[in-house]
């Protein structure tokens, strides 16, 4: 996680192989902000936890993505999630 600002921060991965770095997905509805990464050392799939920026009405959800080595690819469609507290 990488603050930028008050209320502000986005999500990067490394790539160990090549050392770029990657931001993680966004999430595709406009109101939404990433919450959470959860992810595995030794895995390429991360599952990451979106909601809305207001968190008046919290519903969060949860979708998996596989890093390709060149991008992240969706691996499912988004579920209901618990939102991080």
Excluded: Q
């Amino acid at each position: 996680f990488v603050p930028c600002g008050t209320g502000c921060g986005s999500f990067w991965f490394v790539d160990r192989s090549t050392g770029a770095t990657i931001e993680a997905p966004e999430s595709p509805n406009e109101g939404d902000e990433t919450f959470d990464v959860l992810a595995k050392p030794d895995s390429d799939v991360v599952t990451i936890i979106y909601g809305p920026r207001d968190r008046v009405d919290a519903r969060c959800f949860a979708r998996r993505f596989r890093w390709t080595g060149k991008r992240f690819t969706a691996l499912d469609r988004r579920a209901p999630a618990k939102c991080p507290g």
